[in-house]
């Protein structure tokens, strides 16, 4: 149940005479060979130099040059990796790493020797977090090919480094982090079938065990006690059982208030009475991306063993027309006492969370987050750069865009004014779940609000950030590892 990760090390091998299949050398905008690049140089016998004087290799972002390497004593191949004017360091080494793995595996070299200079700390949990990101595949569903066509499989990278000892802690929290990102991306990639409101409990409880996790389900009939009319509306057209997922992680003081982590976990959405359109359908098996960020997350921050208190919470269920489905024009009464007329069927996604959001009032969170592919407007808004984020509270919302930037995962706040409650404003009820396609990112975000309760609350909606629907030079078609990032540096800024 947990994704097999490669094995990343540190060496202080300077990068001349790191023997190893494939070298890959993160060099920044105009490079110029000096210092341990000379002795690499010279091991190349002048082939670098070559290289940057007749420009062929020019460092600019995200730029390659394959360099043939040495039949013995050093790198058998050498990759240079361009990372462009640094104005984010840890980003840019981030980014060369993932580029460096991802030609590792189509090489089918089967290990990679990273170098981009001296390091710092969140440096060098950047290149491990990069070359593991690079590296990720799903072949889970995909017969070997046959023998003489396979490559070997991206087993072993490693960091190069001047002081081991000192990089020991940068490696050992890239390693937390890319487990949590490699889980959630796993869970995203898989099939709706396997990937289903039991596969997702069972994950929790598999988190649960072996980091001594409290695991709490519930099913149909315990929503059912707590009067989660909204969530169990979705879930009335599927005979899968949902499933309200509580993980508690409590590595804080005794007492201490909890962050509260929220992901929307539709395993597969097909907009129910209001279907969607068949063409694209298949992608909406990734509707469960916030879920599973919540799970990459608290595997991560156990992992880490982050001094806080963490409630991860997830809403799962499928979202399927059938004779007992909800439909357009019903009303249903929330846990909160709320009463909701049902416009569009396909707005589901804040139905579930509604109810896991006043549910997560009895945990007296200090602060809750919550992650869902929401709307489909916020990729409209924002495209596959940014996550949409809001908010009720101005300073909580800063504080996730700045933990996302750390992480490497863009965010950009929208404005939650009251002004835009009109656009869910029901005749027959406290509020309708769509207000129409303008600022329907907005507008789903003002839903939501209706089910906080006297916590301080961010909202990202990760529709067009969660998943990439073309290669991309990092990363494969497929999940991105988003919210996971934004999830482990907002805890542990919290935890300092
Ligand atoms: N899961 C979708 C949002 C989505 C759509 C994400 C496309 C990524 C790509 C969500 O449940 C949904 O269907 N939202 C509707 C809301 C509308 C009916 C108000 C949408 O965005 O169209
Ligand atoms: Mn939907
Ligand atoms: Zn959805």
Redesign the pocket.
Known sequence: MQPTLIDITLSAVAPGAASSPLLVVALPAQPAVGGPLSELDATLGGALQRSLARSDFRGSRDETLHLGGVADGGPQRVLLVGMGKITDRRASIRRAAAIAARHAVKYGTGTVDFWAGALVDVEVEAAVVGLAAGAWEYKEQKSLPPEDERRTPLSRAAVLVDDIEAAQPGLASGNAIAAGHALARRLAMMPGNLCTPDYLAATAEDIGARHGLRITVLGREEMTREKMGSFLCVAQGTPQDPKLVVLEYRGGAEGAQPVALVGKG?CF?S?GI?I?PAQGME??K??MCGAAGVLGAMEAIARLELPVNVVGLIGATT?MPSGTAVNPGDVVQASNGKYIEI??T????RLVLADVLAYTKRFDPVAVIDAA???????VALGHTATGVMGNDDALVNEVIAAGARAGEPGWALPLWDDYKELIRSDVADVK?????AA?TIT?ALFLQEFVDGFPWVHLDI??TAYTESDLVTLPRGPTGTPVGTFVEFVRARAV
């Open positions: 539709l959405d907009g209001s969607k992608l909406m990734f509707d979202n416009i569009n396909d707005a589901e996604g592919t929401l709307t489909g407007a916020c990729v779940n769509s207000g129409g396609r329907g789903a529709a067009g």
